[in-house]
């Protein structure tokens, strides 16, 4: 950082600071009023020593004028130099610690922060619940000659929260995840800490592909087929040992799928 002071004649100068900003040079320059003895004298104005005789009452009043405005002009020079100063040491001291920094890396931060909304920016919405879920309606389904018990969930709240919050999935125990189209479909696993088995089918009720869903995973594992309408989750490996996979037909005690629990969807 470098500073400069011009003298642009009587009672004026010009002081510009000078420094590195960003990988840049960069510089502010502003006029400051010489003070000689406190006061500050405009051009062509001489006032004699004191208050004494000889000082013409206007003449008084004058100076006391000048010394009002010098001392408003002094001081918002000042503030302005300072300003300044402190300007161009704060972003040499940035570019600083960006440099110390590896490439592509940024400063690792002493502690995690909490995020604080900003006010009159809306939060991303949450749709899940954050507590398990109770009540759900149940259905009969058949699996070649199994035949399994398994929640329905077909609302939003009901999709979006399905096993969170729970601690365990028994054998037995399985979730039906009902939509009203055919589309790529994408499981995930937050707030659930145990593994599970996805099986993804078809509108037909046609399972084409069986996944399996880590403990807390929130990258999800998507669908190979884009023609998913229905998401059938179980405990681990248990669809597998009881011979089921992708080709398995699954119908509910009341017919197919589609037909039998299609109405309930309420997400496309």
Known sequence: MATETRFNGVGTEDVAISGPVGGRQAACRFPIR???GGLAFP???RLGPGEGPGLSRGLRERRKSIERRASRHHDAAVNRFLVCLAAIWLAGCSRDAASSS??????VAESPKAVVPTPGVAAEPTFYQSQALTGLPRVRLLLGKLDLQAEVCSSLTQIATGLMHRTSIGTNDAMLFVFGGARERSFYMRNVPFDIDAAYID?????????RLRARDEVGVPSKSQRVQFVLETAPDFLKGHGIGPGTLIMSERGPLLESLGRMA???
């Open 266 to 268: 309420q997400l496309p």
């Open 34 to 36: 010489l003070l000689v």
């Open 203 to 211: 509108p037909e009720g046609v399972i084409t592909e069986v996944v």
């Open 43 to 45: 051009r062509g104005i």
């Open 102 to 107: 590896p490439t592509g890396t940024s400063p």
